[in-house]
């Protein structure tokens, strides 16, 4: 038997227990050694029942994911857990930590389900653009019903111990230590000469289950998993667990599930699975750096931006000082976060004690030497270098030795703001995404002087407030910003060639944009990215270059701020409007633009997204990211583009790098080199026949 599956017996009840670490995944090894150690206790006249247990921080976390895509090996789960369920002797699973996936599975092919209170069950396949392909799907409504099945793998949210001994997918609830809670249960269950329940068996209740059950369930959904793959087949999988032959809907869920597998969704999203992990590790920064310790926070400036920021911190116990020029900015900057709290409360996400607990620990000040006693200082002014270079000038005179001083610049250079201290190593960046409270995604800014400790503080405290940290280089708008820029950049050219903003938005919006470049753009503030071009010191010499754009702010069209930017707006709804067709049209002219006919979808992807990803090439040959898989975080988490693409260096995977060439060299010929020049790693290879994941 392999080592990560042990057999004990103990009198009359045999331990089956899982040391398979990290989080106990179902690899090779542990699939041979469960069905060994199953075999073993079936053929054990002594054992008259098994617990199944793990050892380490958690229970089975599901199947192996890194096992996925290469050719299946035997014994395959399916069979395991049949196999398991058919044992005439009762099995138990004993849980803790996390059953997920695969893990649940395997607890479910038991005949009776123990776990501790602070454990959490689910099916979170589709996370990873997958169904639970191991009888999951069928065994599931059969325990807590149709609905609330289909809820947990749609989402695949995990679902506390406490509800689901209360939907009826736990037996018993174990308090204090689980393995001694377990014997006791089993005893109890040979004392009582309880028989092996099979949930393949248990009849599927379809009571509250009409005749549009499904019809409706699919639309109700059709919002949320729009473009996604898996979703509709985890309804095909339930649809068939109401309707057919147990064996007949396995069947179907085995090829369902294949089906997913080879998806390009699938491949996209576990390639973020391990990138969302991935960018967390900093290559040169060792694991064990000493991290400064973080009790207080401030934050200078009191905006919306100021306020989200300030509220993640509040949000995890940690007390923050607001700074603000004046009384009267400082209570509107307060406002800002009580109503960002009162809202959440309204909705119901948040106790009127919570936020009263966040708000006791938000003080304000309009001195600067009220954040003098604190470990890391944000400043969220607007996008002025000057600005923020005397800001950093005074913070370098009232800050603490050994306090973080970052940035929430989004564009600008980090070292030369350093420059403003006499601490360049305590200098960073940490780009917040808006809204600040909301948005997961933290762009870490490393400047040339940023100290070890500082960047592993600022990583490890992105993880505290709950932030997807990305680490990369000084240059001008970072990761994003900087490929965002070639993204809009072409929307804005699109525009002036007399394709149609709508147009552009819908065909982005269905490739799996959440919104349109030219509608984020609205959202933005078109006086914002106006302001971040004239900022911008090397931009290429473009006159045709965000001229739209430019144009629409010089009479007045800012975004949706003044109800009309690009679109007009109808509250959040954006409206084509005549009037920026004009404009398009009298920039043309002045430009000497010409218009084009007949631009199919394919070419408006292309231009949005080749151009991005030939950015992204070069911000991986500029070391600017560590992985091109960083990169694909940035965009997943700060941009609205969705995980079934894998980011933008992924989808270039997925097209193929010579194809991504192939259609540059067309804008080229037709636009000249400036844009359209492939970046050298990226022509390298496509030459080669590489990817950006090799
Ligand atoms: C499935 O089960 C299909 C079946 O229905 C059908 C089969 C036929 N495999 O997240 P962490 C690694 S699909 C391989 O940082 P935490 C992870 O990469 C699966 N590796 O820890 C990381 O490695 P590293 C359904 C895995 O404490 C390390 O473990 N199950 C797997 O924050 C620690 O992970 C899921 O989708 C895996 N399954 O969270 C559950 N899981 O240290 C996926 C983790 O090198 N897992 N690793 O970066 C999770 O949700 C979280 O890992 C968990 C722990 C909540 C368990």
């Known amino acids: 038997m392999g080592e990560v599956v042990n057999y004990n017996r103990e009198n009359e009840i045999a331990y089956i227990s899982v040391n398979s670490p990290p989080v106990n995944a179902l690899s090779l090894p542990v699939r041979t050694g469960l069905q060994k150690a199953f075999q073993k206790f079936s053929a054990d006249s002594e054992a008259k029942a098994a617990i199944l247990i793990c050892e380490g921080r958690t229970w089975i976390a599901g199947a192996d994911i890194t096992e996925f895509g290469k050719p299946p090996e035997d014994p395959w789960l399916p069979k395991i857990v049949e196999q398991m369920e058919d044992c005439e002797k009762i099995i138990v699973a004993a849980i803790h930590g996390t059953a997920l996936g695969g893990g649940f599975e395997t607890a479910m092919g038991c005949h009776y389900r123990c776990a501790v209170t602070t454990a959490m069950v689910g099916l979170p396949e589709v996370t990873l653009g997958l169904l639970a392909g191991a009888t999951g799907t069928q065994r599931l409504p059969r325990l807590i019903g149709v609905k609330a099945a289909l809820d947990a793998m749609v989402s695949g949210a995990p679902i506390p111990a406490k509800v689901a001994y209360e939907a009826g997918a736990i037996d018993e609830l174990i308090e204090g230590d689980l393995r001694e809670g377990a014997t006791e249960y089993v005893k109890r269950l040979l004392s009582q000469g309880a028989k092996p329940i099979k949930v393949r068996e248990i009849e599927i209740d379809t009571s509250d289950i009409g005749e549009h059950f499904f019809a409706e369930y699919r639309n109700g959904m059709a919002k949320r998993t729009r473009g996604y793959f898996a979703p509709e087949q985890i309804v095909k999988c339930v649809e068939a667990a109401v309707s057919l032959p147990y064996q007949e809907a396995v069947k179907k869920e085995g090829e369902l599930f294949m089906e997913c597998?080879?998806?390009?969704?699938?491949?996209?999203?576990?390639?973020?699975?391990?990138?969302?992990?991935?960018?967390?590790?900093?290559?040169?920064?060792?694991?064990?750096?000493?991290?400064?310790?973080?009790?207080?926070v401030a934050v200078i400036g009191g905006g919306?931006?100021?306020?989200?920021?300030?509220?993640?911190?509040?949000?995890?116990?940690?007390?923050?000082?607001?700074?603000?020029?004046?009384?009267?900015?400082?209570?509107?900057?307060?406002?800002?976060?009580?109503?960002?709290?009162?809202?959440?409360?309204?909705?119901?996400?948040?106790s009127a004690e919570q936020m009263q607990d966040r708000l006791n620990i938000i003080s304000g000040t309009i001195d600067y030497s009220g954040v003098g006693d604190c470990d890391l200082i944000v400043e969220a002014v607007f996008e002025n270098m000057a600005l923020k270079k005397e800001i950093f000038g005074e913070l370098d005179k009232v800050a603490k030795a050994g306090a973080i001083l970052a940035s929430n610049t989004s564009t600008l250079d980090i070292d030369e703001i350093a420059k403003a201290t006499n601490r360049p190593g305590d200098v960073i960046g940490w780009h917040f995404f808006a809204p600040a409270n909301v948005m997961t995604l933290l762009e870490i800014v490393r400047g040339a002087g940023t100290s070890k400790d500082v960047i592993a503080t600022s990583m490890a405290m992105a993880k505290k407030i709950k932030k997807i940290a990305v680490l990369v280089g000084v240059c001008f708008g970072f990761v994003g910003n900087r490929m965002f820029f070639p993204y809009v950049r072409e929307a804005q050219q699109m525009i002036l060639e007399g394709v149609s903003p709508e147009r552009i938005d819908q065909v982005a919006f269905d490739w799996g944009m959440a919104m349109g470049p030219n509608a984020v753009s609205d959202l933005s503030g078109l006086d914002v990215l106006d302001k971040v071009k004239s900022e911008w010191e090397d931009r290429p010499e473009d006159p045709s270059l965000w001229a739209v754009g430019s144009k629409l702010v010089e009479i007045g069209r800012l975004g949706q701020k003044t109800k009309a930017g690009i679109f007009t707006y109808a509250g959040r709804t954006a409206v084509p409007d005549e009037a920026v067709a004009k404009v398009a049209k009298e920039e043309a002219v002045r430009l000497n633009v010409k218009q084009l006919e007949n631009v199919s979808d394919e070419e408006?992807?292309?231009?949005?997204?080749?151009?991005?990803?030939?950015?992204?090439?070069?911000?991986?040959?500029?070391?600017?990211?560590?992985?091109?898989?960083?990169?694909?975080?940035?965009?997943?988490?700060?941009?609205?583009?969705p995980r079934y693409r894998g980011g933008p260096m992924r989808y270039g995977d997925t097209v193929g790098l010579a194809k991504v060439v192939e259609a540059m060299e067309k804008y080229r010929a037709r636009y000249g080199d400036m844009y359209w020049t492939p970046a050298p790693l990226l022509a390298r290879l496509a030459a080669s026949g590489g990817s950006f994941s090799d």
């Open 261 to 296: 597998m080879m998806s390009s969704h699938s491949v996209a999203q576990r390639h973020l699975f391990f990138a969302d992990r991935a960018c967390g590790k900093v290559l040169d920064v060792p694991k064990e750096t000493p991290l400064r310790p973080i009790k207080k």
């Open 304 to 350: 919306t931006m100021g306020g989200g920021i300030a509220m993640n911190f509040a949000n995890v116990g940690i007390p923050v000082v607001l700074k603000e020029i004046n009384e009267a900015a400082l209570e509107k900057g307060l406002e800002i976060i009580r109503s960002n709290y009162n809202a959440t409360v309204t909705k119901g996400r948040m």
């Open 604 to 641: 408006i992807i292309e231009r949005l997204m080749y151009s991005m990803i030939n950015e992204g090439a070069l911000i991986l040959e500029e070391e600017i990211a560590m992985r091109s898989s960083d990169i694909d975080v940035v965009f997943v988490h700060g941009y609205g583009m």
